[in-house]
């Protein structure tokens, strides 16, 4: 929101836009309150039923993002923060349903946990900055329930593999922003700290065209 890259807030006014993988809808809401239409779309119904909970004026839809129930053209922009992506096995489908939901010129912001961040272990401490796991190894990573069945999988994909997968759906990739960490922010929590935050990226944003 603060880098702007979907545009400058004033700009923003009256256009439609997806948010993918919204759990919540924080995006959605803080585009509405900028006068944009969005349109909040996750697989979960119970993290709709948050978005519901906290409130807002803009429609929920429950869909997988691989198969957007929205015509061709129906939007001028769209964005993720760490949504669907990274939990999908086929990200150039999602890629290409996102392209075919935008309009001509429309721009999809979406972040990552940035890359980098799957060699190392997910604690904010020093043990988090000694390299544990190779990052070219695409193993998924799994939990699983008592029935042995898969309750949360995470996809890892390199930043070459995410800039292929964005070729490869056509969309036009003008930048790649890797945020670091602000120094007002002294806070912790899961594996981020100003200790890792200083030292390695955590959040990678590929800015995108559809021409
Ligand atoms: C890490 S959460 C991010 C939620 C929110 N964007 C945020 O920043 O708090 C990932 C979200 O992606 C959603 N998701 C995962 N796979 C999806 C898919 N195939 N289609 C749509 N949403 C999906 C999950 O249900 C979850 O709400």
Known sequence: ???ELLGPPEELKNKDVLEIGAGAAQCSRWLAAQGARP????????????ALRIGGSFP????DAGALPFADGSFD????AYGALP???D??????EVRRVLRPGGRFVFSVTHPI???????PGPEGLSVSASYFDRTPYVEQDEQGRAVY????????DRIRDIVAADLRLVDLVEPEWPAWNSAEWGGWSPLRGNLIPGTAIFVCVRD
């Open 39 to 50: 349109v909040a779309l996750d697989l979960s119904h119970r993290q709709l039923q948050h």
């Open 91 to 96: 990200p150039v489908l999602v890629l290409r």
């Open 153 to 160: 999988v995470e996809h890892h994909r390199t930043i070459g």
């Open 1 to 3: 929101m603060e880098a």
């Open 117 to 123: 961040r799957w060699a190392f272990p997910d604690e």
């Open 60 to 63: 929920l839809v429950c869909a």
């Open 87 to 89: 939990f999908v096995a």
């Open 77 to 80: 922009l769209a964005c993720s």
